[in-house]
């Protein structure tokens, strides 16, 4: 299970029975007293030494046993004179941070009480373990697509000579294979150069370095994994292939082929690394180029690629706006530098509220979904429903200039949103299933689980599906802006913030660009599993020990065809007109169009959200740059109101704005804001509105959920239209918190005190249910996260919850507070993130007449509730299941 590999570190306990010490997030005082200041578990692992994940011995350089390794945040310069006080406190220093003043250590347990006791000392928190996203692959009989830079419309920007010359790309990930043909140089730039004409190669990668418990520079085989081979391909691959033929030139090009790289090793050849090590190889990403130590200067490069995640979920929820230290260090570069930080979402889907993992969930990186392939007739040969795509079997034929039919799909296995019940994640979606990019000569854990046989034999490609493919994709498209900008302007984007002295960077241009510009409206897409017995002679070959980082489809393929797997064909496909739409929690603003986006950003207008205070120069607060209008926690009756800008080019004409509101599609989950009728909400927006040549404008948008609204997260889209032909988007979320305003023992939950959850979206009559997937390898269920709001004079409150369809499913509940660390639950975890499967199994359902009830002693103030289905009921593998749940809220306290 995803949980159990990326939240390993945080040890676990049974239901508390109160809240913790209330500690404040970044934006209030800090702690008193050394108690409070162990945040994030780190007082689980201080009383109980045993729950320290054993892989943090081989993994933190110098590992004493019996050490816990720890981050302190400081309130004061991280100096020689702290670094020695640290010391004499029985710290041992792993690492000191230049762009915060954070100190990695390792002590023994007493000794980290000593170092809470220091005045400076703001917060102790637990260096975590970083992995690589788990990944899901395809068995596929086709020749591969070359897919990813067509679907995305990125060769008309070649044409243009747009390819990403002068950006550099650092990739943060298991290293690279520096010898490969399409990463070693840039010579693609001479393959139209007469035969006998001599030219020099300029190299593409300006600096290679292993930040595995130090910053050594490469040597050797510097990636004997493959992953991060193939992400650096998909970024900035050349295309050239084998060197002795240019029958491969170009044929699997990456997005910006013209740009530098920038490599760091923060994982080691396992696929595993601690954040300790992620954060020193940030810092050495974004700061100036040259800067820092001599052993170790910075690189300075414009886009950094994550594509891996560390999750601390359940026993503390990892939003990125609290006081993960990944995501602190994160929107502090990119606020300070300008450095446009991409993130792969993660590969927990289809399970909402799975975007919980840093840095994908950081307020300031762009985090990226996976989207399905479209199924062109050009991309693969099998025909499913309505669309000649991936057709496979001879007695169906589709002619070549045949339009594919396939609506835009999310990949089931792409993460899905929400934040904590306030903030959009992911950003955007962008393609991620069945990429080919390059493959390390010496990486054999990617290679063996290439499962497609047009790559399989090709010592220079590999095929791999997942949002660590959407990322850097993206930010390839990045780099391509930032060029298309540059070579137009002669300087890098940035823009008015709404706060005098303080520029929208960037970063935040770009994003801006990027998700005004998107496709919305993606579909959900469906498995399509087929097994053919009369080409048993074809079978798929699955490696007998397949990497667990990157899970295949054999044990998926055992569970529906009894272990045959012959002619087996698995499509990430939509092949009905019927299906639902994804919504907001798994598109963010739509699928990205590079082309539409350069336009907008080097030519046209981009809207983002407005600044609101100064230190939103180097510390960009959750809300601000965004792309994104995240209203936040409405209380009903009450209007919203938040601040954008319009930021037209240099040098671009006058235009003038209008604006309208889009309800949109309700999903999983999430509701369309109604604009008319009984139960509207009130959306104010400008008039029309002049954007000056070359300016800016100032605008606000405003939201009202009327009195009585239902609790639950709602979406939408402010759409604007210029004169230029632009038309622009903003989504919005914004969420009614549960909240119970009679504080009497036992009353009928109102609208606001009770949650009716949708069903699930993949109970369709002919989709094989993605789930079993998840749960042939202990993942579980969809984790959905509600805002609580306890009124003053509220001391306790009864959480139930039943299945509400068939009654025959399990439900737990998990309460956090302000500090996100878990309060009480209905179920403990036998390791961090992972209940007992076979205990579950055992259990009886949760139904109307047997709820699960959560009573749990509470203060006023923000809570957030997390409903995890803990076990499936009866489910046809085929047809799949109508989950759906009643969550209602019960507050006690005195007026």
Known sequence: MAAALLSVLLGVSAALAAPGPQVTTDDGAAATGGLGKLRNGLARLVADPSLLDERLADLVAGY??????????????????????????????????????????????DEIGSIAELPWVRWLLPVEVTVLLQHETEVDQSDPPIGTAIDMGVPALWDEGVTGEGIRIAVLDTGMDLLHPDLDDLDFRHWGDPPNLPTINAPKVVDARNFNGGCAPAAGGFDAHGHGTHVAGIAAGTGEGDPTTAADDGRHMGIAPGAELAVAKVLTDAGAGINSDLIAALEWAAMPAGSGPITCPSVGAHVVNTSLGSEARPLRLNTGHDIDMVSYVLDRLAGTYGTVFVSAAGNSGPYLGSVLEAPGGAAQAMSVGATAKDWDVNHDATASGDTCAGYQHPQVTCPEDAPGTQRRSLSVFSSRGHIEGRYLKPNLVAPGYNIVSAQSSHGLALAQNDLNIGTRGDPFYATATGTSMASPATAGAAALLLDGYHDRHDRLPQGPSGVPGVKARSYALVRAALMNTAAPALHESRWILSADSGTAGDAAQCPATPDPLLPIVCDFADILVGGFLGSLVLSDVRNGPADPFVGLLGEGAGRIRPPQALWALRDGVVIYRAAHRARAATAPGNQEFQGSWQAGALTPGIAESDPFVLKA???????????????????????AIPISGVGAWSVGLPGATSVPAGGSSAVSFSVMAPKGTPAGIYTGAVVVSLNNGQVLQVPLLATVPLRDAKLVEGNAPGARARIVSQKDVYARGDTTWPSLVGAANGAASDWLVYLVEMPEGATRA??????????????????????????????????????????????????????????????????????????????DPIKGDFGAFMLTLDSVGQP
């Open 798 to 875: 009864r959480f139930t919850v039943w299945d509400a369809a068939a009654g025959d499913e399990t439900y737990d509940l998990y309460l956090y507070d302000r500090g996100f660390d878990l309060v009480a639950s209905t179920h403990p975890f036998a390791a961090p993130g992972v209940t007992d499967k076979s205990a579950n199994d055992a259990r009886g359902p949760t139904t109307a007449a047997e709820p699960g009830v959560l009573d749990v002693e509470v203060g006023p103030g923000l809570y957030r509730i997390a409903v995890n289905r803990a076990r499936v009921g009866t489910v």
């Open 649 to 671: 080019a240099p040098g671009s004409a006058a235009t003038r704005a209008t604006f309208r509101f889009d309800p949109g599609q309700p999903s999983d989950s999430t509701r």
């Open 64 to 109: 004493q046993p019996g050490e816990i390794p720890a981050f302190a945040l400081l309130k004061e310069p991280n100096d020689d004179a702290r670094l020695t006080a640290l010391r004499q406190s029985g710290a041992r220093i792993l690492r000191s941070y230049r762009s915060v003043p954070l100190v990695a250590l390792a002590a023994l347990p």
